[in-house]
């Protein structure tokens, strides 16, 4: 069955912790997604407790396409599924910009590969979850299995081959 892709908001709340380290001065984490999305602007200060403050990073969207189904099926049936989330190191302060939020497990091999994005699964919502499995049910198609048929090795073409003698040269001295 084939359909449009479907969309949903989502915001991110992240936690900033500063760490006594040389080479980093902060550790960064998500802490949760808001399936309402609140009106604030992103990077607002939510909490601060000592060396912990809670931002609001923003909103995006998550988008779930009908030719991806069976990465929504393995995250669903991964025992615990997940939700993505994907920060971006910039200039700007507090120094991350919300990127991306994903259902998709090939969606972020394809971040984790581009550097030094900050990666994060926290748990998904049980709303996400139940828009999602509703999605694959409507979208999701078995595809069959099919066996690639490979050449028959010709177990001669690897065979040691002896030189072919030149007439009137001595074999040992070439």
Same mark, same amino acid.
């Given at each position: 069955?084939?359909?449009?892709?479907?969309?949903?908001?989502? +915001?991110?709340?992240?936690?900033?912790?500063?760490? *006594?380290?040389?080479?980093? #001065?902060?550790?960064?984490?998500?802490? !949760?997604?808001? %399936? /309402?999305?609140? *009106?604030?602007?992103?990077?607002?200060?939510?909490?601060?407790?000592?060396?912990?403050? !809670?931002?609001? $990073? +923003?909103?995006?969207?998550?988008? @779930?396409?009908? =030719?991806?189904?069976?990465?929504?099926?393995?995250?669903?049936?991964? !025992?615990?599924?997940?939700?993505?989330?994907? @920060?971006?190191?910039? $200039?700007?302060?507090? =120094? @991350?910009?919300?990127?991306?939020?994903?259902? /998709? %497990? +090939?969606?972020? *091999?394809?971040?984790? *590969?581009? +550097?030094?994005?900050?990666?994060?699964?926290?748990?998904?919502?049980?709303? @996400?979850?139940?828009?999602?499995? #509703?999605?694959?049910?409507?979208?999701?198609?078995?595809?069959?299995?099919?066996?690639?048929?490979?050449?028959?090795?010709?177990?001669?073409?690897? $065979?040691?081959?002896?030189?072919?003698?030149?007439?009137?040269?001595?074999?040992?001295? =070439?």
């Amino acid at each position: 069955m084939t359909g449009q892709a479907e969309r949903r908001g989502v +915001g991110v709340t992240v936690e900033r912790q500063r760490i *006594d380290n040389p080479w980093v #001065d902060a550790r960064w984490r998500v802490t !949760g997604a808001l %399936p /309402d999305l609140p *009106d604030r602007a992103p990077w607002t200060v939510l909490a601060q407790d000592g060396e912990r403050t !809670g931002y609001y $990073a +923003g909103a995006t969207e998550i988008v @779930l396409h009908p =030719g991806e189904t069976e990465n929504y099926v393995e995250n669903l049936k991964g !025992g615990r599924p997940m939700l993505y989330v994907i @920060l971006r190191r910039c $200039a700007e302060e507090p =120094g @991350l910009r919300l990127l991306a939020v994903t259902v /998709d %497990p +090939g969606e972020v *091999d394809a971040h984790s *590969d581009a +550097g030094d994005d900050l990666i994060e699964a926290i748990p998904l919502p049980p709303d @996400l979850a139940a828009w999602m499995s #509703d999605f694959v049910a409507r979208h999701h198609a078995e595809r069959p299995f099919h066996k690639r048929q490979r050449d028959r090795a010709d177990p001669e073409a690897m $065979a040691r081959r002896v030189p072919a003698a030149h007439p009137g040269k001595d074999q040992r001295h =070439g």
